[in-house]
């Protein structure tokens, strides 16, 4: 079983928005905060921000800080990642993945990646 | 806020030979919060060594980590047809540029 599950891929529009799931099917949420991680198409890893599912409160990159938004869902172990005012370069793979600080010390382990691909 | 380099960009090594990558930091790191990450095309990076040169769990010991200041390094002893791939080195919020190890 998959410890971190992720929604299906999308396709937007330059300027619409996209939210991405990622629910928790192994571990408890209770000692962890998830953080999410995009990688464009044969680039690198980027660090976009992290969410605590108790409280629900989040602390984002500065380049996505004012698009951004990371939330707890309503059912158990599951949080959102939405991003805004999309452009052709948000173009990317999505990771969920769980870190047992705020500071992202380590990631481990990642959920299987959501592809958003911004087209007109 | 620190930059890290990583070096070779590509490796090609036969496998059973040992594998050396570098990652370089900016300016000197305090703290012992590097990670290394191995990341399989069409897959999820997966954690391989944490604060500096910690083994995540699961992993076999051919894989070392070391380092300190700004000099920090994995080396996969005897790499395995698995482990051609991409690396990426983390420190918090920053990760490297990457080292692909590719076969010879």
């Known amino acids: 079983q998959v410890p971190l599950v992720q929604s299906g891929a999308e396709v937007r529009r330059p300027g619409a928005s996209v939210k991405i799931s990622c629910k928790a099917t192994q571990y408890s949420f209770t000692n962890y905060y998830i953080h999410w991680v995009r990688q464009a198409p044969g680039q690198g890893l980027e660090w976009m921000g992290v969410v605590n599912p108790r409280s629900g409160s989040a602390t984002y990159a500065p380049r996505f800080q004012d698009r951004v938004t990371m939330t707890r869902g309503s059912s158990p172990s599951t949080v959102y990642m939405e991003l805004n005012s999309l452009r052709s370069d948000d173009t990317a793979k999505y990771f969920c993945?769980?870190?047992?600080?705020?500071?992202?010390?380590?990631?481990?382990?990642w959920g299987q990646g959501t592809q958003v691909i911004v087209s007109s | 806020e620190v930059v890290l380099t990583q070096s070779p960009g590509t490796l090609s090594v036969s496998p059973g030979e040992r594998a050396t990558l570098s990652c370089r930091a900016s300016q000197s790191i305090t703290s012992s919060d590097v990670a290394w990450y191995r990341q399989k095309s069409g897959q999820a990076p997966r954690l391989l060594i944490y604060?500096?040169?910690n083994r995540a769990t699961g992993i076999p010991d051919r894989f070392g980590g070391s380092g300190s200041g700004t000099a920090f390094t994995l080396v996969i002893n005897a790499v395995e047809p698995e482990d051609f791939a991409v690396y990426y080195c983390?420190?918090?919020?920053?990760f490297g540029p990457g080292t692909r190890v590719d076969i010879k």
């Open positions: 604060g500096t040169s």
């Open positions: 993945t769980f870190c047992p600080s705020t500071s992202p010390t380590w990631l481990n382990p």
């Open positions: 983390q420190l918090l919020t920053t």
